[in-house]
């Protein structure tokens, strides 16, 4: 007999209440694509498992005027099904559809990713870039917290006890908008980023109005390189805007030398990946439109 | 906690089952079930050795636990052939040795069948990356994706 | 393309491409690996591993394990008899009884994370994993040394007292890791280097990488009462299962019988021993069948790898490319016991080329890793890739067409090795001939590209096999071996049984049987299934033809030379014999009873003559200067296959060797933290190469047949696995103007290698 119980959650409050009476002990199981890899290598045993997946406000995703809202749980292989998403936040899409194999897409979610907490975690730099908004609902309460504040460190978050997280919601988008994320990995599938940088930026003409840029995997959490950001708005993404914005973004990096990559390879990525987003993003903005490969 | 009784549907077939709540579903399939066709290569969701599907969605069943099959459609690699009759991806898999030791073989059919059911026209680098979570060491992969792309072809003249 | 004979050529079958026959079952899932079995009753097996790379075990107090409810035995090193000082063949390699009990359960020492110290088995694997928790074992920490120079240093912590260098000139007086020095010369070495106009000198090193099959070991053994024990277990060699677990727990090899199970990928790493003395010794003391399997990171904790090494060469050449002198140092890491293929990394270092005068040193030095096991062609994918990216140097320097260059130099018929062996029929200057007109090698570089090309060698091996050919009532035929099938084997067996019976592929049936069922058979492994299991069945199939014609010379009343073979059937020789209508196989199984009982034939041989192989292989591919990522555009791989029995499973062969190469090149390496503990034990960060990561894998199979092989088979799989690092790296080489001497050149390294050479290159 197992210590572990298994729930299955009908609503949101439900779920809070669950964890709630957890007492730190209790898991959010949504595509499992994390939780059962660490329960399986002891780093992780829980007491109770709370399913999220029968609950339709964090499995759907919903448009009100242009702004998506994504229910946390909702399956990546689902997110990148959705047209309309799709076309408006290519980059967060593309961000979402690169977490694992064609299998974990099946299972894995965008909020699963995001409270795992890892600092190289795919989906979050994108939505960093685009200033995604996080719904966490409590026992008691509904809070929201931009995106970039919602990691504390590697593995932490910044929920209280008994709180889950619900949605993301995307700010709607203006016209002449693009996005796009890169990662560096060494293979082309199947690896953890070394470096993740995501590029939002909005243009009109050939000068880029605004500019956000999220990068991970080269500090305890993903950062929002608002130096970057500066960088680019106002400018015409000219060589001397993009060697200003690379070098913002190295010069935020406080990577470390692991089995993955070495501070100096970091370092270095960052610049190069957030030329080449960049690029990406300004040709998308000006209705130019890319595939991943 | 008690095990838990799970009612599913497994390659067509309403089946129930007990397990405990942090039983994997591959462990089940294989342990319980007597369904040994999927393999665990890692456990952790890196080879695909133990893919199926679940409501016709591609997933590793090592990374999903057993209870959450509970009113879902299970298909697993024994569920591939019809009777005697072995799907044209198996077919073609033999015909072109696209199999050496034959342990990732299950998985790569059901993966494969998966991509063929939602694109009968896949590019090569579409199969490949469709395919990137599940792990060969004997072949390379060249056969195997000109089997895919080989049976692709004839489901798109079959649908002509 | 299915079960068509093949009409044109000299064969009716051999070089045809039917489907194997174990198709149906690996393609539905109902083919049974070693996993796969179960036993009613049976306990769960789990062991208790060591997490530190180096320590004195004090002692081990396993009474809370023994007493939790549903534990039914638990061993260690006690459990298992000291074993004498003797070293025996495991497949290419050779191993240490003394060494192999302390490997599968560690006695005074535990020598790497991963090893093994105890052993439960219980009636659910939860309860067994909750066991071993409760396993005290007093350890005192040692310093360990992970690294092969480390580990060399007179100063290196020592991981055994006993072991002083063998073949150490002047001879070793204390004990040190150097476990081994050997040393192969031919010519005048210093005269060659003094003659020579070019001299090239490059240190490179490599790091272990895992054979990565995607089937962890897995075991199931049963002890019975009367002291008989079955084994299934995932093995390239259940004869070598049989041999070790007999001398490993004191049993008579004819008292235990295993029965392989379909194995999911060896490449030499299955031919050795971990669970099945475990799981043996665990039932005979729990009276139940007990199940074993190792988790990914146990496989890669503790199961062998290839070794990693530190190569030296130094080549000495004319102007005109002719090659004058050969130099080599190879040390190479053998992890916490003695037995790296160093040997065999030394003898094939130069023989892709005929070379005057040679000399080779190498030294087998133990640390605290996993002890090495084989992995396809062992030791010489590390001498090649120093070599063979010296010898790319050379053709750099003198401007000559990388094939060309080893054209000139190449090895034929006659030429004299640096390892004692003269050359018989070979096909080094057919394949690089080959490779040089094939599709690829004609297809200008595109832009951004580069082509790296290099060459590859290994010796293959024959051994023992046994054989039987029998008849059934209705005339089918059932061909017994006893070597598991890991690539396509028995479809190949099949057909050169078809071949030599003269009846259709679908009317033999071959089998693989377990010990007890079939003589002695040496490993899967060497590449000398085809080779020397294909001699003995095509022998056995000779035998059966004797005897079927006897059959036919009683039933007609003739003489017995009075009778041929031919097309599957027993004719008379001549009309002066008589005339008879043919009879088959079918009409003479039908009259067995009368002629003389059941027909069968068998054979048993240690095959010799074994056809050594060569390969070439050719990459085109692009670096992205800014990230240090390789992408490969186009592959070939030609390769001397003898005759080509199945060519499917020939060319499955090339192309799963290169790819696994290129991962050799690329990202595959074991990384330790200071603790010497392994940081990457699983296949997300031990990154063998996916799907997207690569082409299509050409091939080109050069038929030289062998002609010491009825069919000229020549052994095939090992080969194509030694030129892939090399060809990467020479391209790399072309592609950037920058010379990596160290495996992998993995994108950080092969960045900061680019970056370190930039103000040299801008001064240029």
Redesign the interface.
């Known amino acids: 007999?197992?210590?572990?119980?298994?729930k299955v959650a009908k609503t949101v409050r439900e779920a809070a209440s669950l964890m709630l009476a957890a007492k730190g002990k209790g898991r959010i199981?949504a595509?499992?694509?994390d939780l059962?890899?660490q329960?399986?290598?002891g780093m992780v045993a829980p007491g109770v498992?709370i399913?999220v997946?029968k609950i339709p406000e964090m499995t759907t995703i919903t448009d009100t005027k242009g702004s998506f809202r994504i229910g946390a749980a909702t399956?990546a292989?689902v997110i990148g099904e959705h047209k309309k998403l799709k076309k408006t936040w290519p980059g967060v899409v593309e961000a979402i559809n690169l977490i694992?194999?064609?299998?974990?897409q099946?299972?894995a979610s965008a909020g699963g990713n995001l409270c795992n907490a890892s600092p190289a975690a795919d989906s979050v730099p994108a939505l960093v870039a685009a200033g995604a908004v996080v719904t966490i609902q409590g026992p008691k309460t509904r809070r929201q917290v931009p995106v970039e504040k919602f990691a504390a460190g590697p593995g932490k978050t910044t929920l209280k006890p008994g709180e889950i997280v619900v949605s993301m919601t995307l700010p709607a988008r203006p016209r002449g908008a693009g996005d796009a994320y890169l990662r560096l990995i060494p293979r082309?599938?199947?690896d953890i980023a070394v470096v993740g940088c995501g590029v939002s930026l909005v243009m009109k003409g050939d000068t880029c109005v605004s500019a956000r840029v999220g990068l991970g995997a080269v500090a305890p959490t993903v950062l929002l390189v608002e130096a970057a950001g500066k960088a680019l708005t106002g400018s015409k993404l000219d060589d001397a805007a993009l060697d200003a914005a690379a070098n913002a973004c190295s010069a935020a990096c406080r990577p470390i030398d692991d089995k993955r990559g070495t501070i100096r390879y970091r370092t270095k990525i960052a610049g190069v990946l957030l030329r080449r987003a960049t690029a990406i993003a300004r040709d998308r903005a000006n209705g130019i439109s890319h595939q991943a490969? | 906690?008690?095990?838990?009784h799970v009612t599913t549907i497994i390659n067509g077939a309403p089946t129930e089952f007990l397990c405990?709540?942090?039983q994997?579903l591959l462990d089940v399939l294989?342990?319980n079930l007597g369904?040994?066709?999927?393999?665990?290569?890692?456990?952790?969701?890196?080879?695909?050795?133990c893919?199926v599907t679940?409501d016709g969605?591609?997933?590793?069943s090592?990374?999903?636990?057993a209870?959450?099959a509970e009113g879902a459609k299970v298909e697993?690699?024994?569920g591939?052939?019809k009777g005697d009759k072995?799907h044209p991806l198996?077919k073609k898999?033999?015909?072109?040795?696209a199999?050496?030791?034959?342990?990732?073989?299950?998985g790569f059919?059901v993966?494969s069948r998966?991509?063929l059911e939602r694109n009968n026209n896949p590019t090569?680098?579409e199969?490949?990356?469709?395919?990137?979570?599940?792990?060969?060491?004997?072949?390379?992969?060249?056969?195997?994706?000109?089997a895919v792309l080989d049976v692709a072809a004839e489901m798109r003249e079959t649908a002509k | 393309?299915?079960n068509a004979p093949n009409t044109s050529g000299k064969y009716k079958w051999i070089g045809s491409?039917p489907?194997?026959p174990?198709?149906?079952d690996?393609?539905?899932?109902?083919?049974?690996?070693a996993?796969?079995f179960?036993l009613p009753g049976q306990l769960i097996g789990r062991v208790l591993r060591s997490p530190h790379a180096h320590a004195r075990i004090k002692s081990i107090d396993a009474s809370k394990a023994e007493a939790l409810p549903g534990v039914k035995a638990v061993v260690t090193a006690k459990d298992f008899p000291e074993q004498a000082d003797l070293t025996v063949p495991a497949g290419e390699m050779q191993v240490n009884l003394r060494d192999i009990t302390r490997n599968i359960m560690a006695r005074e020492k535990v020598l790497y994370e991963g090893h093994a110290v105890a052993a439960v088995a219980a009636t659910t694997d939860?309860i067994a994993k909750q066991a071993l928790s409760l396993i005290k074992v007093d350890y005192q920490i040692l310093p360990h040394v992970i690294d092969v120079g480390e580990a060399m240093r007179p100063d290196a912590p020592v991981l055994h007292d006993h072991l002083m260098t063998d073949g150490a000139k002047p001879p070793a007086t204390k004990a040190s890791n150097i476990a081994k020095r050997i040393e192969f010369a031919k010519g005048d070495i210093a005269a060659g280097f003094a003659k020579a106009e070019i001299v090239i000198e490059r240190d490179y090193t490599t790091q272990a990488v895992h054979?990565?099959?995607?089937?962890?070991h897995a075991a199931l053994a049963s002890a019975s009462e009367d002291g008989q024990v079955q084994v299934w277990s995932t093995t390239q060699g259940h004869f070598q299962v049989r041999g070790f677990c007999a001398r490993l727990l004191n049993i008579e090899t004819s008292q235990i019988r295993v029965t392989p199970s379909?194995?999911?990928?060896?490449?030499g790493g299955k031919t050795v021993v971990y669970l099945e003395p475990l799981a043996i010794r665990l039932s005979q003391k729990s009276g139940k069948p007990v199940k074993m399997?190792m988790?990914?990171e146990d496989v890669f904790r503790a199961s062998g790898p290839a070794p990693g090494g530190n190569v030296k060469v130094k080549i000495g050449a004319m102007k005109d490319g002719r090659i004058v002198a050969a130099h080599c140092e190879v040390a190479m890491q053998a992890g916490a016991f003695p037995g790296s293929p160093v040997g065999p990394a030394c003898m094939c270092s130069f023989a892709c080329y005929d070379i005057d005068n040679i000399h080779v040193v190498g030294f087998d030095v133990v640390s605290n890793r996993p002890k090495v096991a084989a992995y396809r062609a062992p030791g010489a994918p590390i001498s090649a890739w120093a070599v063979e990216s010296t010898i790319d140097l050379l053709s750099q320097q003198l401007k000559m067409d990388p094939i060309d260059l080893r054209l000139k130099n190449a090895a034929t018929k006659g030429t004299k090795t640096h390892y004692g062996v003269t050359f018989g029929t070979i096909g080094m200057v057919e394949t690089l001939e080959a490779a040089k007109a094939s599709p690829h090698y004609q297809t200008p570089v595109k832009p951004g590209f580069a082509r790296g090309v290099a060459a590859g060698f290994w010796f293959n091996v024959g051994a023992d096999s046994s054989a039987a050919a029998h008849v059934g009532e209705d005339g089918s035929v059932t061909v017994i071996s006893g070597n598991p099938d890991?690539?396509?084997s028995r479809a190949s067996l099949a057909l050169m049984a078809a071949e030599e019976l003269g009846v259709d592929y679908d009317k033999v049936r071959p089998v693989i049987a377990d010990t007890a069922s079939i003589g002695f058979n040496f490993v899967t492994g060497g590449s000398r299934v085809t080779f020397a299991t294909g001699l003995a069945v095509v022998n056995s199939v000779r035998d059966l033809i004797r005897e079927l014609k006897g059959r036919a010379a009683k039933t007609w009343n003739v003489d017995p030379d009075g009778v041929i073979w031919e097309n599957g059937m027993a004719k008379p020789a001549g009309s002066n014999v008589g005339t008879f209508e043919p009879l088959t196989i079918a009409q003479l199984a039908a009259t067995a009873g009368r002629t003389g009982g059941p027909i069968n034939g068998h054979a048993q041989l240690n095959v010799t003559g074994a056809g050594p192989g060569f390969g070439v292989h050719v990459v085109d591919l692009a670096v992205d200067a800014d990230t240090g990522i390789v992408s490969i555009g186009r592959y070939t791989a030609a390769q001397d296959v003898g005759t080509a029995i199945?060519p499917?499973?020939v060319?499955?062969q090339l192309?799963?060797?290169?790819?696994?190469g290129i991962g050799w090149a690329l990202n595959e390496e074991y990384i330790y933290n200071a603790e010497g503990r392994l940081s990457n034990p699983?296949?997300?960060d031990y990154r063998?190469?996916?799907?997207?990561d690569?082409p299509?894998?050409e091939t080109v199979l050069v038929e030289v047949p062998n002609p010491t092989h009825p069919y000229g088979v020549r052994g095939v799989g090992e080969v194509p696995i030694v030129p892939p690092t090399a060809a990467v790296g020479n391209a790399v080489a072309r592609a950037t103007g920058v010379r990596m001497l160290d495996l992998p050149m993995s994108p950080p390294k092969l960045s900061a290698a680019l970056d370190a050479a930039l103000p040299r290159m801008a001064a240029e």
Request: net charge negative.
């Open positions: 007999m197992s210590d572990v119980q298994y199981l595509g499992g694509t059962l890899v329960m399986k290598s498992i399913d997946k399956p292989a694992g194999s064609t299998q974990v099946g299972r082309t599938e199947m490969h | 906690m008690a095990k838990i405990e709540p942090n994997t294989r342990d369904l040994t066709g999927s393999k665990e290569g890692c456990g952790s969701g890196d080879c695909g050795a893919s679940i969605r591609l997933v590793c090592c990374l999903v636990l209870p959450e697993t690699i024994e591939m052939a072995l198996q898999f033999i015909e072109m040795a199999l050496q030791c034959g342990i990732c073989t299950p059919l993966a998966a991509l090569e680098t199969i490949r990356f469709w395919l990137a979570g599940n792990l060969c060491r004997c072949t390379g992969y060249d056969k195997i994706i000109h | 393309m299915s491409r489907d194997r174990d198709g149906a690996k393609v539905t899932g109902r083919a049974r690996f996993a796969d179960n939860a054979q990565g099959y995607i089937e962890p379909e194995i999911g990928g060896g490449f399997t988790s990914r890991i690539g396509g199945h499917s499973y060319e499955g192309q799963g060797g290169a790819v696994q699983g296949f997300l063998i190469p996916v799907a997207s690569l299509m894998i």
